[in-house]
């Protein structure tokens, strides 16, 4: 983005000078994300909760952001470990698993918490061992070569890698592998191709990576988007609570409310009660609400939380 300044006309005893226009060149932070894929919907959620604009967008492989110094690209996903890596983009939201096995010098700066997956290895269901021993000298199908070799090398195993772009599933039913090494999710699809999962090579999750040379300015970028995704990722992860409760329990129910420096206790109208608000995480939710309730919590409310700033 540039700005330019308009000239501007000085005048002495003698002459007119003119101040010609200055460009001034403004930092402006290139993020990828996917432009179809797991990806995406995610991706662009999280922009929209960070509060920057991605309304214009649609059907444009190249958007800038009104309302926040960025620059939306929608890339292919296999591209973007390549352009992060040129510069061509500053950060991108990309799975770990992608940038794992194209083996580009990025940084992964922030996990985002969605898009979670494992790279497994997996077999048809009548074999019945889950040792890795079984594909010693067999034939294993895969989009993740890198990430195979790796790991089979780490182990000691020798194994015909056979590279598949995509419907890896399929391989073992034509009679092309013995088995495969693909992303796993639920692991329906395994289930319906007449496989299963044996051995996990790699966990994987939506990442916020960055180019490993980034400059000054746009670092200073990143790291005020980076405050706001923190801020959502907190929110999401916890809820507010809300619940009356004896005079005479509030220390010992505030102990239990761990999230915050410490609980708002409000004296409620009936005498001998108060009301205590806080923050719980959500992985400890209902763990939380049954010893709220042992130690005489009552009227609890749970209140979902939009951001967190900590």
């Known amino acids: 983005m540039f700005l330019t300044i308009p000239g501007i006309f000085l005048y002495n005893s003698t002459s007119f000078y003119l101040l010609r226009p200055k460009t001034i060149q403004m930092s402006i932070l290139k993020i990828a994300i996917q432009k179809s894929g797991r990806l995406y919907e995610d991706s662009l959620q999280l922009l929209r909760d960070c509060g920057i604009d991605t309304n214009n967008g649609k059907d444009q492989l190249k958007v800038s952001v009104n309302n926040f110094p960025m620059e939306i690209m929608y890339l292919r996903n296999s591209d973007i470990p390549q352009y992060l890596e040129d510069g061509v983009v500053d950060v991108a939201i990309v799975g770990e698993n992608l940038l794992a096995e194209k083996q580009r010098s990025s940084s992964v700066v922030q996990k985002l918490g969605f898009s979670k997956c494992r790279v497994s290895l997996a077999v048809p269901k009548d074999v ?126 505030s102990s239990v409310l761990p999230v915050l420096k410490s609980p708002t206790v409000i004296p409620l109208a009936e005498k001998g009660w108060s009301s205590i608000h806080s923050v719980i995480d959500e992985d400890r939710f209902w763990d939380v609400i049954d010893e709220l309730k042992e130690k005489g919590a009552q009227d609890i409310l749970i209140i979902p939380i939009d951001k967190m700033v900590i």
Not at 220 to 241: C, H
Request: with cysteine; charged share 25%.
């Open 128 to 253: 019945d061992t889950d040792e890795l021993s079984y594909f010693q000298g067999k034939k294993i199908a895969t989009s993740y070569p890198n990430t195979l070799k790796r790991f089979l090398d780490e182990q000691g195993i020798t194994a015909d890698i056979h590279v598949i772009s995509g419907s890896v599933e399929i391989a073992p039913n034509i009679g092309l592998a013995d088995g495969i090494c693909d992303i796993v999710s639920s692991g329906s699809t395994l289930f319906k191709n007449g496989l299963r999962e044996t051995i996990t090579l790699l966990q994987s999750e939506a990442v916020l990576a960055k180019n490993t040379r980034l400059g000054a300015e746009k670092e200073l970028i990143l790291q005020k988007f980076l405050f706001r995704i923190k801020a959502v990722l907190k929110a999401k992860n916890s809820k507010y609570i809300l619940m009356n409760v004896p005079d005479g329990k509030v220390a010992e129910i």
